[in-house]
C-alpha cells in the first residue's frame, strides 16, 4: 500500500478513505465508522467526514472489524452520499440540462 502513502501525503488531510473495487469481486474499504443502509443492491457506508454509498448486485459483507469491511458482490458505482447518482450538485443548471438530453451520468 505504498502507493496510497504516497498520494495521501500530499492531499493535505483531505482523504477521508481508502478503498479497492476488484471488478465483479467486491471490494475492501478502510476507516469505516459504520455500516448504514444495508440492502444487496446498495449500502451506505460512513467514515469520520464523509459517506459513500455503494451500489451493486447481490452484495453481502463478507467481514467487517476494526474500521475495516470487505463487501462480496458485484460493484456498480462508488459515490459521495452527499450526491444523486448521475447529477452533481454542484453544477450549473445548464451542465444538468444536457446530461439529462444526452443521457450523461455517473458511469
Avoid: H, P, W
Avoid at 474500521?67 to 444538468?96: M, P
Amino acid at each position: 500500500m505504498r502507493l496510497y502513502e504516497e498520494i495521501f501525503k500530499s492531499a493535505d488531510g483531505v482523504a477521508f478513505a481508502r478503498y479497492v473495487v476488484v471488478l465483479n469481486g467486491g471490494g475492501y474499504f478502510e476507516g469505516v465508522k459504520a455500516v448504514d443502509d444495508f440492502s444487496t443492491r446498495r449500502i451506505k457506508v460512513c467514515f469520520q467526514k464523509e459517506e459513500l454509498v455503494i451500489e451493486g448486485e447481490d452484495l453481502s459483507i463478507k467481514k467487517y472489524c476494526e474500521g475495516d469491511l470487505q463487501l462480496a458482490g458485484k460493484i456498480c458505482a462508488v459515490y459521495l452520499s452527499n450526491y444523486e447518482v448521475g447529477k452533481n450538485a454542484d453544477a450549473t443548471a445548464e451542465i444538468d440540462a444536457t446530461a439529462e438530453t444526452d443521457g450523461g451520468g455517473v458511469i
